[in-house]
Each structure stands twice: as C-alpha cells, then as structure tokens.
C-alpha cells in the first residue's frame, strides 16, 4: 500500500531527510520517500496511520497539508517580509555607500583582502553553500546516539570540516599556482560571471519557494555515512569534505578565479582557507544544531539571505557586463560627471585610483584623441590593473605611487565602460 502526504515548508534535501528519517524511526519497516521539488511525501506499508504520520511530520516542525503547497507558497506574509527585508538591507547600503569602507581592509598587494574572503564565506554559508551542503552536514546527525555528548555529536562535523578546510588550502594553492601561467582574458572571466550570478539568483528563488527545480547534493551520499564502519568514518567524512571543493557554488567558484589570478600558491591558499574558514561557523551549528533539535523556520532572517543573494546576484552580473564591455550596467551611485580637458591636440582625464576609482565618469569628444591618465595612489589586488575592453586596451597591473597612460580614439558617439580587470570597480566615458 503506498500513500502521499502534502508536506508544508520543505525547502532543501536538509528538510527531505529530516522528514525520512523521523518516519523511518517512529514507523519501523516502512518505505519512504520525500521531495521538497514536488511537496510530497510518499510511504509504502502494509498499514499506514494517518495521525501518526501528521504527528511525526509535527515532531520535524512541518505540517501534513491537504492541497498540494507547491501550488502557492509564496504568501503575502512572504511578500511583506520580502518587502522589509529589501528596505532595510537597501537603507543599509545606501548608509555604507557613503563611507569608503575599502580602505578599512589591509593591503595585500596582489591578494584579496583575507577579510573579505572571510565575509564572502559567512554570507556563503547562509545561502548557496547551506542549500548545497545542508543535506550532507545534516546527515552526519544520524551518526551516533540520541544520548551522546555534545563534544560525540560534534566528531563527525569536525572530521568534515578538518578535510574541508586542509582541501581548500591546497587546492587553492594549486589554482594559485596555475594562476601564475594561466591568464583567464576578459571574456572568459565576463561570461562565467554572469553565469554564476544566473545561478545566484536561481537559488534565490529556490529559497523563496518560487523554482521547481532545486540545487542540492544527492542525500544518498548522506544516507550512506550511516552504514560506514565506525574505524573508516573520519578518513570517509573528512573526503567528503575535502570534495566540497568542487561543489557547484557561485561564491565558491567566485573565489576560485581569484585564487587562479592571484598567481601564487601562498595567495591562493589563502583566499581558498579564509573563505573556508568563513563558512565554517554557520555549517557547523547547523550540523551540530541538527543532532538536537529538528528543522527550524527562518521566516524573515531567510527573506534577509534572499535579499543579500539577489544583491550579489546583480552584482556580479553588474561585473561581469563591465568585462565583456556593455555600454549600460546596473550602477546606481556614478558620481559627478567631469569634463576632460584640451592639452596639445589631446583629450586629458585623469583617474585616480586610492583603493577604489575615484571618478567614475568622464565626459569626452567624439574624433579627439585621448590620453586616459591612471594615477595608481594606492592599490589593491583587484584595483590594480584598469581596462577598457570595448576598445582591448590595458594598463597591466600596477604599483602604487606610479602613473600609467592609455591612448585612444573615440569614433563615435556614446558610452566606453572601464573597470578594474575583475569587473568589481567600473566607470564610464560619455562621447559626445
């Protein structure tokens, strides 16, 4: 006999095995099958109580439905949550605009700040890298008994992290190293950008219930740790983490080009270990949290991690049109439009870079020759090489304290977008 229950508030494999494994323990023998991508349910028994089902769908904190939920899950509520939370992380941005937070991380020459690699981690680890790894962290909560220590329930993630944090270390400092032989060109770099933020954003969705589709490891990889002998677990687990690698994360793979263009072991191994390391307190409590209470409702705080990943979504994609050198981007903060001026025969504008552009705009003449003055004050490993790609032209990385010179025609009238060589800082010329 096999009956369906509607689930509410499945959400990711997290929640699918949550839902297995609680029937499994309270209906010994059954077969049973959830999916957050349908809302369903299924078990196969002789017998099947439907009020012991609710009651155990209760214990995991879901709700058995009569009417499938997947047909309407985004609810007004939703919408006026999603409302707030857009408000307030926009007011947020607008305040943090006006201050040049850049100048706040340390100098690292050709490296990212580690700090924002860190940051990068722990926004990571409450979207993409928690949709992708949630099943598999979860899943180590079936190891061991109900009446273990809290120090028992923390061996499995410790394991997983340990292998987790060694392979991000040394495999970014093999990208590194290949970095510093292999020069990803803007239009590489541009499209993968952009793909990577479709997928943000896709997730995004995922998470606001309004995809049918969702991203997640296969919880078979989970179910199996269960049955490892208790001598392999660590060298098995910990694998597992070090394959977290290679997971389909925008932010990780994000990082992975940076730690390729930062073109050397020690840089790339850095960036790659302090990401990690960002991740590493919000998957671990979700692991650990997971051994002693069932799943949880996020509400609003998931309406705020939505936001925050539709943020870095446009972004990115923001990054990525720069590179492949669109006249028109998602910029809302371009500042005052300066006037180039006449120096014999040539158009001059002058940009200043001290951490981040400190002009963003220029307005020149169409047919007039330009000499586009790049005064490198103080830069960073992603402000330190300026180029124009609609016209291919590059200043190669720089140093502070120098100044650097690109020649060029206008032909026509319009807009020549500049950025940083990752897309990340961008302006503009307005031909007239």
Aim: aromatic share 12%.
């Amino acid at each position: 006999m096999k009956k369906i229950f509607y689930i509410k508030g499945m959400h990711c494999a997290s929640c699918e095995m949550l839902i297995e494994k609680e029937i499994k323990k309270g209906m010994p023998g059954v077969r049973v099958k959830a999916s957050c991508n349908s809302g369903k349910l299924e078990i196969e028994n002789n017998i099947i109580d439907d009020s012991l089902v609710e009651k155990l769908v209760a214990n995991c904190s879901y709700e058995v439905v009569k009417v499938n939920n997947r047909k309407n899950r985004f609810t007004f509520k939703d919408f006026s949550e999603l409302l707030l939370a857009s408000s307030i992380v926009f007011l947020l941005f607008v305040f943090l605009s006006r201050f040049e937070l850049l100048k706040l991380f340390p100098d690292l020459s050709s490296d990212i700040s580690l700090f924002i690699a860190l940051m990068v981690g722990l926004v990571a680890s409450l979207s993409t890298c928690l949709a992708i790894t949630g099943g598999l962290v979860i899943s180590f909560s079936a190891i061991g008994g109900e009446k273990d220590t809290f120090f028992k329930k923390s061996i499995p993630q410790i394991y997983f992290h340990i292998g987790r944090i060694v392979s991000f270390f040394l495999l970014g400092g093999i990208l590194g190293s290949l970095g510093s032989f292999v020069q990803y060109s803007s239009l590489f770099t541009g499209i993968l950008t952009i793909i990577i933020s479709v997928v943000m954003f896709y997730i995004a969705l995922n998470i606001l219930g309004l995809s049918s589709t969702k991203f997640y490891l296969p919880k078979i990889i989970g179910e199996k740790i269960s049955s490892i002998k208790t001598s392999k677990r660590p060298f098995f687990i910990g694998l597992l983490g070090a394959l977290s690698f290679f997971l389909p994360c925008g932010f990780t793979q994000s990082m992975q080009i940076l730690a390729v263009a930062s073109g050397s072991f020690l840089s790339g191994s850095l960036i790659m270990l302090f990401f990690a390391l960002g991740t590493l307190p919000v998957l671990f409590s979700v692991g650990v949290g997971s051994s002693y209470v069932n799943n949880k409702k996020f509400g609003i705080f998931n309406k705020f991690i939505v936001v925050i990943i539709i943020l870095f979504s446009f972004y990115s994609i923001n990054n990525g049109l720069s590179l492949l050198g669109f006249k028109y981007s998602f910029n809302i903060f371009k500042g005052q439009s300066l006037t180039s001026s006449i120096e014999s025969d040539y158009q001059v504008v002058q940009l200043d870079i001290d951490y981040t552009f400190v002009q963003k705009e220029f307005r020149i003449k169409k047919g007039i020759p330009v000499k586009f003055i790049i005064n490198a004050i103080r830069v960073t490993g992603c402000s330190d090489e300026v180029i124009i790609s609609q016209l291919g032209l590059s200043t190669g990385k720089m140093k502070n304290g120098n100044k650097y010179t690109l020649e060029f025609i206008p032909e026509k009238e319009g807009i020549i977008p500049f950025s940083c060589w990752m897309g990340m800082i961008n302006g503009r010329f307005i031909v007239e």
